[in-house]
Structure formats: C-alpha cells, structure tokens
C-alpha cells in the first residue's frame, strides 16, 4: 500500500489491522466447529445437550442415573444460578447455597409430615420460588452497595448463620403459637413429599430425572435470552466496570439487586427439587463443601459462559464418581494419562524417551525395593487378570499402604505445585518419577477408596491444572488485557 | 451554527478534597451546539470537573444546571440518562466485552423492556433488540470504516488505543446524550490520528448534533475545533474566549510556562 512520506509509516492501528489483519476469532478445526456451534440459535445449542441426556435413561440402571444423572441436572442447575450472580454480574456472592437450602426447607415445610402440609407442587414451587427471591432481595438490599472483599465476608456470614440457624430452629419460640419446631434442628426435616402435579407423582428416579432436564432446558434457554438482552449486557458492563457502567446510564444498584434475587431464585427452585430427591432436609448439605463445589463447576465452565456450566457439572459430579469405582477407574484413569502424554510431548523422540524412562525408572524401583525394602512389595494391585500381575512387577505395592501413600499423597501435591515452575531440562527429566508417584498414590491409595476428602483434593487439583493450561475456563472467554 | 440557547451552566461550583481546592467558584456555560475546549496544566482540575458534571462527585457547593434544570445530588446514570455522557481520559471500556456490545449496553438508559420480557422474547423485546442493534451500528458506522464490519464482533481488548478511544466516544453517543465531555480524545495518538480525531469532533457537532466539552492538551485539536476556550488553572477560570484570545492571555502563558511561583513571591 502506497503511503505518503511524511506520514509515520505505520501507526497503532494500522500495525494492529496490518499484522493481526482480518484475523478470525478461532482457527484450525477447533475453530471451525466453535464457530458453527456459535451460529446456533440458543434452542439448538440446548438441544445439543438435551438429546443425549434424554435417551440417558433407556442406556443406564436406575442407580447410575441417580448417581451421575440426577446429580449432575441438580449441579448444573444450582450453577447456573450463581453464574447470574457471579458470572454475569460478577458479584462474589459467598452465601449462595443458602438460598438452595432455603428452597429446600420452605418446601419440605410445604410438603412434608414436619407440619402435616402436603400441598400440590404447581402451588408450593411458586411459592417457594418467589420466597427464596424475597430472601434473596433482603441479603441484597444491604449488601448491593457493597463491592468485592466486603460483599464475600457478608455473604458468607449469611451463609453460615443460615446453617446455624437451620440448625437451631426446632426450638425457636413464636409470640403466640409458643414454641414451634421449624427445621427439625440437626436432623433435619424428613420424608418429603415428591412433588405432586395435578396428581401426576414424580416418584420415581426416571421421572424426577426428566423434570430436572425440563428445568435445566427451560433455565439455559431463558438465561441465553437474557444473556443477548439489554439486562445481561448491562449484568456484564457493571461486571467489568461498574463506575463505567454506571456513567454510561446502568442503574448499577439495581441491577446488582436483580442479579441477586434471580440468582437465588434458580437456587431455590433447585432446592425445592434437591428436597424431593433427598427426600430429607438436612443442615449438612448446604455448607462450604458444595459451596466449593458450585463454584469449582463455574470456575471450570468458564465464568459467565452458559455451556460451559453444564460441562463442568458434567465433570465436576461424574469424574470423581466414576473413579469410585475400579473397573471403569483404571482404564480412565491410564487412558487419561497417556492421552495427555500424547497430546502434549512434542517431538516423538522425547515421547518415546519419557514412556521408556516412565517403565525403565518402574523396573529400577522395583528392582532396588525387592532387594533392600521387601516390605514395599510384599502386597498386590487390586483386580485380577494379566495386567494387574504384570502391575505387580513393575509398581510398589506394600501390604499396609495406608501410611505410606498418605506421605506420598502430600508429597505428590507439593510436586505438582512445584512442577510447573521448573525449567523446561527439569521437567522432562523429573516427569517419569512425577508419572510414577502420580500411579503409586493412584494404585495405592486412591483406587483404594476415594472418600470426601480425596474428592476436594482431586477437584482442587483439577482446578490447579486448568488454571495453568486454561485460565479463562474450559468455556469462558479469554479475560487478557493488552494496556 | 452557535445556536444561542443555554444548555448547561455551572454556577458557583466548589470542590475539596481535603484540604486542597480543586475546583475554586467557576463559573461557566455551555451553549447548544457549541464545542468548547477546556484546558489547562496537569492537575489543573478539568477531569475532576467532567466529575462533578456526570455526578461521580458531589459539589460542594453550587449548581449545575442542564436545561435549567439542577443536576446535583442526581445519580451518574440519571444525568446520563438527560442527556450528558462523557468519555474517560484513563478508557473504561467493557474489555471482554465486543465492540458492538460496548455500544449496545450504553442503551440501557433510554430502552425499556424488563428483563421477563427479555427471557420470553415478546415481539416488544425483539423490537426493541433490533432498535438497540441499528443504533449500535449507526452509531459506530459514525468513524469510517474503523469499527465496522468483522471489529463488531471482536473484543475490547483487542482493539488498538485509537480504535479504543474511537469506542468510547461511540459508547458516549449510543447513551443518545445530547452533549458529550471528551477527556483528552486525542490523547496518545500519533499525528494522523490526531488530526482525525480534530475532524471527527467537528463532524460530531456538524452531523451529529452534538454539543461538545472536550478537555484536550494538544493546542492544535484545540486551535482546530474550539468556538470557545476556558482555561483552568488550579481550578480557577483564568481565562475564557476564543482561542487566539486564550492562548495569548498573559495567565495562561504563566501557567502553562510555570513561572507563578516567580512572581507571586
Ligand atoms: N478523588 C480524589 N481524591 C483526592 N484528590 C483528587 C481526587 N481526584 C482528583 N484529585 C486531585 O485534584 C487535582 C485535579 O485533578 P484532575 O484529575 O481534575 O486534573 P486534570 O486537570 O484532569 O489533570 P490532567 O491534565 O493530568 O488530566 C489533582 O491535584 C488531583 O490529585
Ligand atoms: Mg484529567
């Protein structure tokens, strides 16, 4: 392009239109489906998911679908609550899932033996849906002037004092009823009533798992609309600015407030159907340990990003639960491993050269345990057949692992943490004993039995990992700043 | 082209900030489809002024009149919503958000539709939608060929500085105000681009119809554009009228040229 001399040659923007150019978004194969599935409409985009999930049932017992189906429809949908207020309004709301409980309660008060009410649910979800708003509207009234670390410790102090107080609400006395038992204090309320639709039960697993996919349909086609309107770009402007936003004619206040009692109103209609299929409402369930883990399906979704919140309900419920088990665990768990060993190890000849160190270090070890420590190979995998022997040639089985592969466990999660912080020589020579100990305490501990606690850690560890690779999430959109 | 029409007036406006005096008594007006350019050495209080204008900050004392109409004690977005939007000297743009939907989100002033009807897509909402895309488009079609076609759907972020300041003043515009603040348009821009920004701030007056504050440091955008210049100097008005009359007024010389402190002593 011809120029006239005496202008700069090129400036800012020119530099930015010459050389990024006409630069599309996405590129690759990767882009070209990211760039299809952008160009759906919402409805088809929820079908996508939708279709699978509906033929789920007829492929899986009854207990599967309540384990990995029920659960990850209540995950998914409680996240999408939160992703109004955190995602799109970008309020750190720490008190979310006292709003679910809430929902649960009010209905178990509604439907349940508690008080002998039984009331049909196409009059109790309203109810209890515009009454979790109502709370919802009471803890942001005072908080929606509120900005960042303030509004956390806020929220999270009504997220605790509603345990607390769920806890303590069987003996609250009332001016002139006396004294009333209102949430069966640490035992909860139980046998609540499935919900109950013109006379039409939802009383069995199927049933409760279709009315959980209408609802998570109905709420992702709903917040996409709202996503696309005048309310959600506003959500997201006072999310990224809300001085900005405010000057550019967003009342910020109110719509922070609106946020606030959309949010909890999904959580409280999650909470109303938790309760059905619980059965029982119970204090324990709505404390930090799910708090954790909604925002751990939000944060791997990509805040903000509708979609992604389903896959990472998908992940964040099924992963875990399907390690639990060793017949499905072992072929994930190895299949993973080398999947990410391929994917990642570039060239071939240092793929090979770590897969080789990987079984030459395995044998090493063995080799010099056999000899010196017997007692770390005096025990057996788990399973039988060809592979599980030849396991046994290669990894440490000690007889009483439980001490050994607690060590090894924080051992591995200070490597991990260190790892990626050593130079590139480090890493490739540190990565076969790193893969070694990551199958020992796989082998030995984790393969063993995954209990609650193992579950956060593997969810924390996952979490670190995508902070690494993907710090916007699996979905979200990418949150650089070029100053 | 000076219509003769007051459309905003500060009278008597004070501002503190502990114990210093950013804004001392000043006195001014603003006439429909004028461009008048503040100015004045750094710290001289001219952004704190499109402050207090867009009731970021409180006055102390005194008035604001919009149409006659005092807009103290009103909410940034009210002010917004009569009719003033200003750009920022610092960019406050959505960054993750897109070009358009900067632009778009500016409308949530002057459009209607709750956000129940937004979830249904009544005909009203999608009426409404399309209303708020045209604009959008409209508005941003205002800079050329800059922020159009394929820039709509990228982000923020990934704009130039210029285009960046180009978005802000198109997200000014889509909030329908009827006079814009500029603060320092032409800030860091390289001399090409300066001399757009000059014939673009005139065609927002021209075309647009816009009245125009614009605070700007480079005196050739300033010599370009202003029917009127004010200069500040620690929040005082030292000197008001047209450029030639300004840029030669004995204060305003000391100011820029430091040399008070010489002869005040
Ligand atoms: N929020 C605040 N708190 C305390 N002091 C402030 C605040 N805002 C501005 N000031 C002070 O007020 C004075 C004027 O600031 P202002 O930003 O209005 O100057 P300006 O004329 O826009 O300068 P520049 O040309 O550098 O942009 C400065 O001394 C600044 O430090
Ligand atoms: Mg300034």
């Known amino acids: 392009m011809e120029q006239p001399p005496d202008t700069p040659r090129i400036g800012v923007d020119e530099w930015v239109a010459s050389v990024e150019g006409k630069r599309e978004r996405y590129t690759g194969p990767r882009g070209a489906v990211l760039k299809r599935w952008e160009r759906l409409p919402p409805a088809a985009r929820v079908l996508v998911f939708a279709t699978p999930a509906a033929v789920f049932p007829f492929l899986t017992s009854g207990g599967n679908l309540f384990r990995y189906g029920l659960f990850t429809l209540v995950y998914a949908l409680l996240a999408l609550g939160l992703n109004i207020v955190v995602g799109f309004a970008g309020l750190l709301d720490l008190g979310y899932v006292a709003f679910f409980g809430c929902g649960a309660y009010m209905y178990a008060i509604l439907a349940s033996p508690q008080f002998g009410n039984h009331w049909q649910a196409e009059a109790a979800i309203p109810v209890v849906v515009v009454f979790t708003a109502v709370v919802g509207l009471l803890v942001g009234l005072p908080s929606r002037r509120l900005l960042g670390d303030y509004l956390a410790i806020l929220t999270l102090f009504f997220g605790q004092a509603f345990v607390v107080f769920v806890n303590n609400a069987n003996r609250i006395s009332f001016p002139f009823v006396g004294h009333a038992d209102l949430t069966g204090g640490a035992n909860g309320i139980a046998n609540i009533d499935p919900f109950n639709f013109f006379g039409y039960r939802i009383d069995s697993t199927r049933k409760q798992y279709y009315l959980l996919l209408i609802a998570v349909a109905l709420v992702l086609i709903l917040l996409m609309f709202v996503n696309e309107s005048r309310t959600g770009r506003a959500w997201r402007a006072l999310r990224e600015d809300p001085l900005a936003a405010e000057v550019m004619s967003i009342p910020v206040n109110r719509l922070k407030l609106l946020a606030f009692v959309f949010g909890a109103a999904v959580a409280g209609l999650t909470g109303a159907i938790y309760g059905t299929i619980a059965t029982a409402a119970l204090p324990g369930d709505y404390d930090v340990g799910l708090l954790i883990t909604v925002y751990a399906i939000m944060i791997l979704g990509g805040f903000g990003s509708i979609m992604g919140i389903v896959v990472g309900a998908m992940i964040v419920n099924n992963i875990p639960k399907l390690l639990h088990s060793s017949a499905n665990a072992r072929p994930l768990f190895y299949g993973t491993i080398l999947l990410a060993i ?139 700043e070029i100053a | 082209m000076t219509g003769d029409a007051t459309l905003l007036e500060l009278k008597e406006l004070d501002k503190s900030f502990g114990g210093l005096r950013v804004i001392a008594d000043l006195d001014m007006v603003v006439k429909e489809h004028e461009i008048v350019s503040v100015i004045g050495p750094n710290g001289a209080g001219k952004t704190t002024l499109f402050n207090l204008i867009t009731g970021i900050y409180r006055p102390d004392s005194g008035e604001i009149q919009l149409d006659g109409r005092n807009l103290v004690g009103m909410a940034p977005h009210k002010i917004t919503e009569l009719g003033i939007a200003r750009t920022f000297q610092t960019l406050r743009l959505f960054l993750n958000m897109t070009v358009k939907e900067n632009v778009m989100a500016a409308q949530y002033g002057h459009t209607k539709v709750g956000v129940l009807r937004s979830m249904v897509r009544t005909p009203g909402a999608r009426r409404e939608e399309k209303e708020i895309h045209r604009l959008a488009e409209e508005k941003l079609g205002f800079f050329g060929d800059r922020l159009m076609g394929y820039r709509w759907d990228q982000f923020a972020y990934s704009l130039s500085y210029a285009n960046r300041r180009r978005l802000e003043i198109a997200r000014a515009m889509a909030t329908q105000a009827r006079i814009l603040l500029l603060d320092e348009p032409a800030a860091g821009m390289n001399p090409r681009e300066t001399h757009e920004i000059t014939e673009l701030i005139g065609k927002l007056r021209d075309d647009g119809g816009y009245t125009i504050l614009v605070i700007e440091h480079d005196m050739h955008v300033v010599e370009g554009i202003s029917d009127r210049v004010v200069a500040l100097d620690h929040g005082v008005k030292i000197a008001e009228g047209s450029f030639e009359a300004v840029a030669t007024d004995p204060r305003v010389v000391e100011a820029y040229l430091g040399l008070r402190k010489t002869e005040t002593k």
């Open chain 1, 342 to 480: 391929l994917v990642k190890l570039r060239p071939w000849r240092l793929l090979a050269a770590e897969l080789g160190g990987l079984v030459a270090f395995g044998f090493a070890i063995h080799g010099i345990a056999s000899a010196a420590y017997p007692r770390l190979v005096d025990g057996e995998s788990i399973g039988s057949g060809v592979s599980a022997r030849a396991l046994d040639h290669w990894m440490l089985f000690p007889k009483n692992p439980v001490k050994i592969a607690d060590v090894a466990y924080i051992l591995l999660v200070a490597a991990i943490v260190v790892y990626p912080q050593l130079s590139r020589v480090w890493r490739a020579v540190l990565l076969p004993p790193l893969l070694y100990l990551v199958m020992f305490v796989w082998e030995n501990l984790l393969l063993v039995h995954i209990g609650g606690a193992t579950r956060l850690i593997l969810l924390g560890a996952m979490l670190v990992a995508l902070m690494n690779i993907r710090p916007q999430g699996l979905f979200g959109t990418a949150t650089v």
